[in-house]
Protein backbone atom coordinates (compact mmCIF):
# COMPACT_ATOMS: atom_id res chain seq x y z
CA UNK A 1 0.00 0.00 0.00
CA UNK A 2 1.20 3.28 -1.02
CA UNK A 3 1.53 6.39 1.44
CA UNK A 4 -1.22 8.26 -0.31
CA UNK A 5 -3.28 5.09 -0.17
CA UNK A 6 -2.19 4.74 4.08
CA UNK A 7 -3.01 8.97 4.12
CA UNK A 8 -6.85 7.94 2.42
CA UNK A 9 -7.28 5.54 4.93
CA UNK A 10 -6.26 7.48 7.79
CA UNK A 11 -8.41 10.24 6.46
CA UNK A 12 -11.68 7.90 6.60
CA UNK A 13 -10.18 6.64 9.99
CA UNK A 14 -10.69 10.53 10.69
CA UNK A 15 -13.92 10.99 9.26
CA UNK A 16 -15.45 8.64 10.81
CA UNK A 17 -14.33 9.58 14.54
CA UNK A 18 -15.76 13.03 13.86
CA UNK A 19 -18.89 11.54 11.97
CA UNK A 20 -19.41 9.32 15.29
CA UNK A 21 -18.67 12.37 18.00
CA UNK A 22 -21.09 14.17 16.31
CA UNK A 23 -23.95 11.56 16.19
CA UNK A 24 -23.10 11.30 20.29
CA UNK A 25 -23.65 15.18 20.11
CA UNK A 26 -26.99 14.68 18.59
CA UNK A 27 -28.27 12.43 20.95
CA UNK A 28 -27.07 14.57 24.12
CA UNK A 29 -28.95 17.41 22.33
CA UNK A 30 -32.21 15.44 21.87
CA UNK A 31 -32.42 14.41 25.49
CA UNK A 32 -31.62 17.85 26.74
CA UNK A 33 -34.67 19.48 24.33
CA UNK A 34 -36.58 16.63 26.00
CA UNK A 35 -36.63 17.23 29.27
CA UNK A 36 -36.56 21.45 28.41
CA UNK A 37 -39.77 20.32 26.65
CA UNK A 38 -40.75 18.66 30.16
CA UNK A 39 -40.11 21.91 32.14
CA UNK A 40 -41.83 23.95 29.60
CA UNK A 41 -45.10 21.98 29.76
CA UNK A 42 -45.15 22.40 33.59
CA UNK A 43 -44.45 25.61 33.27
CA UNK A 44 -47.56 26.36 30.67
CA UNK A 45 -49.28 24.02 32.75
CA UNK A 46 -48.84 26.06 35.94
CA UNK A 47 -48.99 29.76 33.73
CA UNK A 48 -45.69 30.57 34.23
CA UNK A 49 -45.92 32.89 31.70
CA UNK A 50 -42.25 34.66 31.77
CA UNK A 51 -40.56 31.35 32.74
CA UNK A 52 -42.33 29.94 29.61
CA UNK A 53 -40.68 32.31 27.35
CA UNK A 54 -37.40 31.78 28.81
CA UNK A 55 -37.73 28.47 27.93
CA UNK A 56 -39.06 28.54 24.44
CA UNK A 57 -35.70 30.72 23.59
CA UNK A 58 -33.90 27.90 25.32
CA UNK A 59 -35.51 25.59 22.97
CA UNK A 60 -35.46 26.87 19.56
CA UNK A 61 -31.48 27.66 20.42
CA UNK A 62 -30.79 24.07 21.01
CA UNK A 63 -32.43 22.93 18.17
CA UNK A 64 -31.19 25.29 16.04
CA UNK A 65 -27.38 24.21 17.33
CA UNK A 66 -28.66 20.42 16.56
CA UNK A 67 -29.80 21.15 13.10
CA UNK A 68 -26.58 22.88 12.14
CA UNK A 69 -24.81 19.61 13.95
CA UNK A 70 -27.19 17.16 11.77
CA UNK A 71 -25.83 19.36 8.75
CA UNK A 72 -22.34 18.45 9.51
CA UNK A 73 -23.31 14.99 10.43
CA UNK A 74 -24.69 15.05 6.82
CA UNK A 75 -21.70 16.44 5.12
CA UNK A 76 -19.19 13.84 6.99
CA UNK A 77 -21.20 11.00 5.88
CA UNK A 78 -21.56 12.07 2.24
CA UNK A 79 -17.47 12.54 2.09
CA UNK A 80 -16.98 8.73 4.23
CA UNK A 81 -19.27 7.88 1.27
CA UNK A 82 -17.22 9.19 -1.40
CA UNK A 83 -13.97 8.36 -0.13
CA UNK A 84 -15.24 5.09 0.95
CA UNK A 85 -16.12 4.55 -2.88
CA UNK A 86 -12.47 5.53 -4.36
CA UNK A 87 -10.95 3.41 -1.46
CA UNK A 88 -13.25 0.32 -2.34
CA UNK A 89 -12.32 0.83 -5.90
CA UNK A 90 -8.98 0.83 -5.64
CA UNK A 91 -9.04 -2.44 -3.76
CA UNK A 92 -7.51 -1.44 -0.68
CA UNK A 93 -10.71 -1.65 1.53
CA UNK A 94 -13.75 -4.23 1.52
CA UNK A 95 -17.35 -3.20 0.94
CA UNK A 96 -18.30 -4.21 4.49
CA UNK A 97 -15.09 -2.03 5.71
CA UNK A 98 -15.87 -0.62 9.56
CA UNK A 99 -12.74 1.40 11.33
CA UNK A 100 -11.96 -0.57 14.34
CA UNK A 101 -12.29 1.21 17.76
CA UNK A 102 -8.91 1.24 18.95
CA UNK A 103 -8.47 3.23 15.35
CA UNK A 104 -11.05 5.37 15.98
CA UNK A 105 -9.91 5.90 19.91
CA UNK A 106 -13.42 5.10 21.40
Do not use: W
Not at 1 to 27: G, T
Not at 70 to 91: D, F, M, R, S
Not at 97 to 103: G, H, I, L, M, T
Amino acid sequence: MSSSDENKLEQLVDLHRKFQAACQQIVLLNNQLIDMQIRYDRAAAAGHTPFRYILRLRLMSVEGVRNYIYEYVLNKAEEIEELQTILIEAGIIDVEYEPADEQLNV
